[in-house]
């Protein structure tokens, strides 16, 4: 039931949060720490060395259009259909099931979900639904009777309705100024990372390339070496396009080496103690106010409904997400997984071996000089 979006600082607001990994790897490009090389190398009479670049001009330049290429309509697609595949995965399932199992043993939250039951026994839908099914099933049990009542909402759930409702709103919870912030820190804390750095830094210095840049910068200028401002530009105008970025996003989506790494930390994440104490930290934060304890036996109500229309759930599921109290919990909880030194391995993980895979290589090469 994963929803979470990571933006970059350009569109944070659209974005999912997991493509803050490949962003990261983007920007990464225009800083790659070689300037001195360049500088060097730039100023020697080989007509064939490197062309020195305003990196300045290039880095503003780029991190807007990387920006705007992240939040293509086919980049949103392959992100979608990528966290898809990772929901389904067997292993992130079973994960799903060990954490909700957790929160249900929870001492911290024990008490709370107590009250909330309690308070839901006084429903008169569900007090009728009740005597609906012992009518039907004199037989029955209270155990029986419970479990039918949770497949009743998990019904819910699972249908498009609720999944509209909940976009809805979790799409206004992503634009809080609180967690906007938050997700700006990861993605600066994810864009650091050395690893998507290195792999990037490596196709770069390779002579060849390097050679194949200037003979390349060279064409495009009409057959005369180009200075570092008109380099600059040519740069912009046929290697930075957006277009080229966005087929670069969605590639990188669609590889099984991405798939397969962020499925292996999601179920890394979602086991680690450290993780299920934020959450529950988080959680408890927020539903020991009387009132989100009314707002969540208000949600459940709506549920219990034989059809609940998209409307229906979003008049209870807005007041409840959106309320500052969630909001700035989400945001508390993402600062605690980018400063957690115990969750950080599992991060540093995935993306070393995302970076190392070959399959990545080989686009990361096609984007540097196939152009």
Known sequence: MARSRLVPAQTRRSLPRWRAFTLGLALSLPALGGCQKL??????????????????RLTTEF????????????????????????????????????????LAQSPKLASVGESIIGALGESKRLQQIVLDLMAQNPQMGAEAVGEAVGQRIEKVTSGPAFDQAFDKSFDKVLAAPSVVAALGRLQVAVANNPYLVGIVRDAVEKGEQQANWTARLTELNGGKRPSSSEATALLLEHWFTTARLERFYVDLFSLPATQDQVAIAVVKLLDSPAFIGHLVDALESVAREPEVQQQIIDTLNAMLLDDPSEADLTAVLDPLLTRPGFTDALAGL???LVQDPALAPIGVAALEAIA???????????????W
Do not use: W
């Open 39 to 56: 500088d060097e190398l730039s100023k020697a009479a080989d007509p064939n060395a490197p062309i020195e670049v305003d990196m300045a």
């Open 63 to 102: 991190e807007s259009r990387a920006g705007t290429a992240a939040s293509a309509p086919a980049v949103e697609a392959a992100a979608t259909a990528c966290f898809e595949t990772v929901s389904q995965d067997p292993q992130v399932g079973a994960a799903g099931d060990r954490i909700m199992s957790a």
């Open 334 to 336: 993402i600062d605690a």
């Open 356 to 370: 190392k895979d070959e399959s990545v290589g080989a686009l990361v090469n096609d984007l540097l000089t196939d």
